[in-house]
């Protein structure tokens, strides 16, 4: 089946047009080497897959996950390119797509946001632009999907000329043209590449081009002489930037070029609805509260208003028909005892324990999702790269941390946007102490007992913890490690947007369903596990709960966690099993307990601890040891056991300080 490629900037609508042409994915999974995720989705008309690439600005990587597109290039296997571009922002759109163009492969342009370009006051000639381009353009408004279908078409249409798809547009490097002819004449014919092409991204020191010539080449010492005299010339003209900047320079020139003759300005002062909102909501001193604000609504509408009612409803099912079913069903064919303590106390208590906390999770995805697609979440980013910088980072390294408020995996793995390696680390270390979607049934289970009037105010100061602890060690660890290491923010604002209905759902069942896979592998295998150590003790088997081995191994643990206010062997056990999965604790809690709902487990806790001692143990939950599929994340991407280590030792430590002070010094107040 054929396969094409869709290229494009970062915020240009990319992932509405993948969405728009495939409706769904074939295939996700990582690239090649790397954890970046790889999204390929066969066409609506079946004609084609559609390789979706990582939004970049350029070919010449700078962090890890652009390397994966100049991979692409060199070594997939694809026939057409796609290439989306931001209608409203053509010239920088367009050093992208003359590169993809001097690639040699037959390439589409997709001009997404007309609408948008139009509001601001510009009207685009896609007829001229694709005469001077030599290739197909297609205008297409990708949130509606308007132009789409014209735009597969173009794409699988396997009759039309390749004059048409491949392009002879050239840009004329000026004294640099002699170069790339002499050093294309050295690229061996084996690389199978467009030879014009990689002369010049090697001339811009693209580091994968490089390496690819170092790996096919026997020697490249010619090639580095002529790049050495090339520089020496662009010295002697009296220029005063790299070979980099000049080849940039000179595109930069000819797009100049193009775009006088394909736009005319209609109105250029004009405020557009995005310029006065971003007036307020990135605002020095409006910023922050409207971002916490908007947090609060957030938890209010996930275990207030709409959350705890569906949970409720949820919980019934469980404990009511479900529960008296499976009772009834296996009474009926003659199950023994152990089968059926098994399965009502173990697996229906610990997997529906979590499992009704299943529409708070969804609710907060959804809200997550609404806000990143509506284009807020960028802003916020922008908001908290101020008090960022103060720490020694940048708000780049924020954006990890608010996509670790879903899952702190993708979140960690967000990090390799960063480019430098000291704050990737700096990042990937901080971004547990996120509270992640599995921390909620902890948090919705411990409210709904001792916080029922300010459920979503308690949740609220609990993400706030995380943050601020956050800044706090990152400012520790600033001062340890980034003495010299200076970098610079640069962020896009994309233009804020109604989110639709399809790409909401469809981005909230992608963070959702991992939760609900969980609860089938982790959370089944665990409450199985955690039934048995209950089931089973020293003394043989279907003992009293003191009795169990669970009971042993928390009992040994317990006393360390007295002056944090929860000190019996129920609370220790609960955290030791919550290392697995944050979830696990409510299953751990449901099973130990032996209750047939929600309500009567927020019972017993409301006699077990006190308002304090369950916010003290709700912070531990916070803070301490990642869950295992963090703690392997960690290791993927750094690489390194001892960071690994660290990022254990260090969130322990600190949950376990913060927990105490929460406890004993909250206990001479309260």
């Known amino acids: 089946m054929s396969q094409f490629a869709l290229f494009g900037n970062p915020n240009t609508g990319k992932t509405s047009l993948f969405n728009n042409l495939t409706g769904s994915y074939e295939y996700v999974g990582n690239w090649s080497g790397v954890t970046i995720e790889k999204k390929v989705g066969k066409l609506r008309n079946q004609k084609g897959l559609l390789v979706d690439l990582p939004g970049v600005y350029s070919l010449n990587p700078l962090s890890k996950d652009e390397e994966v597109v100049t991979e692409f290039l060199l070594t997939g296997e694809f026939e057409k390119i796609l290439n989306i571009i931001d209608a409203s922002q053509l010239k920088r759109?367009?050093?992208?797509?003359?590169?993809?163009?001097?690639f040699g492969k037959p390439l589409i342009v997709g001009l997404n946001m007309i609408d948008v370009a139009q509001i601001r006051g510009m009207k685009i000639n896609n007829k001229k632009l694709a005469d001077i381009l030599g290739v197909r353009v297609v205008p297409i408004v990708a949130r509606t999907g308007k132009g789409c279908d014209l735009l597969t078409k173009e794409l699988t249409n396997h009759t039309t000329e390749e004059s048409q798809t491949t392009s002879i547009f050239k840009v004329d490097y000026g004294f640099l043209e002699e170069m790339i002819d002499r050093i294309s004449k050295l690229i061996p014919n084996e690389a199978n590449l467009n030879k014009r092409w990689v002369a010049i991204q090697y001339l811009e020191s693209n580091k994968r081009v490089t390496s690819y010539l170092d790996?096919?080449?026997?020697?490249?010492?010619?090639?580095?002489?002529?790049?050495?005299?090339?520089?020496?010339?662009?010295?002697?003209r009296g220029h005063s930037f790299s070979l980099r900047q000049f080849i940039y320079h000179m595109r930069d020139q000819k797009i100049i070029h193009i775009l006088e003759q394909v736009i005319t300005v209609t109105s250029s002062n004009k405020t557009t609805t995005t310029e006065l909102i971003d007036r307020i909501v990135t605002n020095k001193f409006l910023g922050l509260p409207i971002f916490l604000f908007s947090m609060y609504v957030m938890f209010m509408l996930t275990f207030d208003w709409l959350g705890s009612p569906l949970s409720d409803v949820l919980d019934g099912f469980f404990s009511g028909p479900l529960t008296n079913g499976l009772e009834n069903g296996l009474n009926a064919i003659g199950a023994s005892s152990f089968i059926k303590d098994l399965v009502l106390n173990g697996i229906v208590a610990g997997v529906g324990g979590v499992l009704v906390f299943v529409p708070q999770i969804f609710i907060m995805f959804f809200l997550i999702s609404f806000l990143e697609d509506s284009g807020y979440m960028a802003r916020v980013a922008m908001v908290m790269d101020r008090i960022m910088e103060s720490i020694g980072l940048n708000g780049k390294a924020f954006i990890p941390m608010i996509i670790g408020f879903g899952c702190n995996v993708p979140g960690i793995m967000a990090a390799r946007t960063i480019e430098?390696?000291?704050?990737?680390?700096?990042?990937?270390?901080?971004?547990?102490?996120m509270s992640c979607s599995a921390r909620l049934p902890v948090y919705a289970l411990f409210v709904g007992a001792f916080f029922v009037k300010h459920r979503a105010l308690v949740v609220l100061?609990?993400?706030?913890?995380?943050?601020?602890?956050?800044?706090?060690?990152?400012?520790?660890?600033?001062?340890?490690?980034?003495?010299?290491?200076?970098?610079?923010?640069?962020?896009?604002?994309?233009?804020?947007?109604v989110p639709q209905a399809l790409t909401l759902w469809r981005s909230t069942w992608e963070k959702g369903k991992?939760?609900?896979?969980?609860?089938?592998?982790?959370?089944?295998?665990?409450?199985v596990l955690i039934w048995l150590l209950t089931y089973a003790g020293p003394h043989g088997l279907n003992v009293d709960m003191d009795d169990s081995f669970l009971a042993l191994i928390g009992g040994v643990l317990a006393p360390i966690f007295q002056p944090l206010g929860f000190g019996t062997w129920q609370a220790a056990a609960s955290l030791l099993t919550g290392f697995l999965a944050k979830e696990v604790v409510v299953s751990t809690m449901n099973i130990i307990y032996h209750v047939p709902d929600t309500a009567s487990l927020t019972g017993i806790l409301s006699a077990q601890y006190s308002a304090l001692s369950a916010l003290s143990f709700m912070s531990f939950i916070l803070l301490y040891v990642p869950c295992l599929a963090t703690v392997a994340t960690i290791r993927k991407e750094t690489a390194s056991k001892k960071w690994t280590y660290i990022s254990i030792?260090?969130?322990?430590?600190?949950?376990?300080?913060?927990?105490?002070?929460i406890y004993q010094i909250g206990g001479l107040f309260f």
Do not use: C, D
Request: proline share 4%; charged share 20%; no cysteine.
């Open 420 to 433: 430098q390696p000291k704050e990737r680390l700096l990042t990937i270390l901080l971004t547990p102490l």
């Open 461 to 497: 100061s609990l993400y706030v913890l995380g943050i601020v602890v956050a800044m706090v060690m990152a400012r520790i660890f600033s001062y340890l490690f980034l003495k010299n290491e200076k970098s610079v923010f640069v962020i896009e604002l994309p233009p804020y947007r």
């Open 93 to 102: 759109n367009l050093q992208l797509t003359i590169q993809l163009m001097e």
């Open 215 to 236: 790996q096919h080449m026997s020697s490249t010492a010619m090639l580095e002489q002529m790049k050495r005299e090339a520089e020496e010339e662009l010295v002697k």
């Open 514 to 527: 991992g939760f609900i896979r969980k609860a089938g592998t982790f959370i089944f295998a665990g409450s």
């Open 649 to 661: 030792i260090y969130s322990l430590l600190i949950a376990y300080v913060i927990s105490i002070i």
